[in-house]
């Protein structure tokens, strides 16, 4: 005890936050050290709760500014088309949702998927055109996509909101901490969709458009038929190949029908098709390059996996090959004003296909190609 006693007064007299002969005198400088750590002992888990509270709260209420600003944009331009169209509709249309068919036996699930989101776009469409009557098709596309956009925006909120209050509610960390962690992506996905809207209301290119101006550059001074919904297509020979081309209908700003037309130049209007190119927008990695070109193999399109299923499907039947041309751009980007590595990209993409069509093809070949994406502002 004595020797404890001795050692304690010595390693007071070496601690430089206890000069010599002040010990007894700075005593409190213990508690500075000591209280803390009780604090933290017995109410850590609280503070880092409070901590995360905050943190998530504060990207929250960006997202509230977010999904107003797109509200307010989205009735500024309805307004500009009609002037008496009411605020109250579109707020309701801004809560519609669809319910995915029941998939406990999958035989059947895309077409019974493919019928809800067609019955979804028409249905849509027809809400529009009871809106703003007088609109031409191009205005009522831009009137879609700017809705769908702060319908996005909404359901993003509302669904980060409910989290966030269930996790207070509930005071779970477990809970709290994923919202959290999830945070960073969410807000990068929200800022995208919050800078597209100037650009879907300009009717300006965005990102995801190269596909289709790829294809539409192809299509110049040739003649063009509607094959699908939205969906143009023109051909011509090439090098003793015929090409066909297809797109969606611009400059509105739609995706068109590309596995419809795919079905029906093959299965209705008996087109031998030897080869499928699709070229479309890619997200790319952190680290690469926005719009550099890749090739590859697949059905290079996006979406909920339809569109994906019958092409692939018809293309197995038939045994066709597919090959795919892909930009690569970033989420923001995609959806963005269409910046200028994106549109330098379009004269490599289209060496690249033509490499293709020259190395995968012979003479007299019948080659398909598609530029896959939302076609705003961009013609044919």
């Known amino acids: 005890m004595v020797m404890d006693i001795i050692g304690i007064g010595i390693l007071m007299q070496m601690n430089p936050l206890f000069p010599s002969g002040e010990g007894q005198q700075q005593w409190w400088v213990y508690l500075l050290w000591i209280i803390p750590f009780f604090i933290f002992l017995l109410y850590g888990q609280r503070i880092q709760m409070w901590m995360v509270l905050n943190d998530v709260a504060r990207s929250l209420n960006k997202l509230k500014v977010m999904q107003d600003k797109a509200r307010e944009e989205a009735i500024a331009y309805l307004r500009s088309i009609n002037p008496n169209a009411s605020t109250e509709r579109l707020d309701m249309m801004m809560e519609q949702f669809a319910i995915t068919p029941v998939d406990m036996d999958p035989y059947g699930i895309v077409r019974k998927i493919q019928h809800i989101i067609t019955l979804r776009d028409e249905r849509i469409r027809a809400q529009i055109r009871m809106l703003a009557p007088q609109a031409d098709e191009v205005t009522a596309s831009r009137m879609e996509n700017v809705l769908e956009v702060a319908t996005a925006l909404h359901m993003l909120y509302k669904v980060v909101r409910h989290f966030y209050l269930m996790g207070k509610k509930t005071t779970s960390m477990f809970f709290l901490v994923q919202l959290q962690m999830l945070m960073p992506l969410i807000m990068q996905s929200a800022e995208a969709l919050n800078k597209a809207i100037p650009a879907i209301k300009s009717g300006q290119p965005i990102g995801d458009g190269i596909g289709p101006m790829i294809v539409g550059r192809l299509m110049l001074n040739r003649e063009k038929v509607l094959i699908a919904r939205d969906t143009m297509m023109s051909e011509y020979e090439y090098n003793g190949r015929r090409l066909y081309l297809v797109k969606a209908k611009g400059p509105g700003g ?127």
């Open 254 to 380: 739609t995706v068109g029908e590309p596995h419809t037309a795919v079905e029906r130049l093959i299965n209705e209007m008996g087109v031998r098709v030897d080869m499928i190119i699709m070229i479309d927008a890619a997200l790319k990695l952190e680290g690469e390059k926005t719009g550099d070109v890749a090739e590859g193999v697949g059905a290079a399109i996006g979406g909920i996996g339809v569109e994906k299923y019958q092409i692939e499907e018809v293309a197995t039947k038939h045994s066709i090959p597919l090959y795919a041309v892909i930009i690569k751009q970033s989420i923001i980007e995609a959806i963005t004003v269409m910046k200028k590595e994106i549109a330098e990209a379009v004269d490599r993409a289209s060496k690249s296909v033509f490499r293709m069509i020259d190395e995968h093809s012979k003479e007299g070949d019948n080659i398909l190609i598609i530029g896959v994406g939302n076609t705003l502002g961009v013609g044919q």
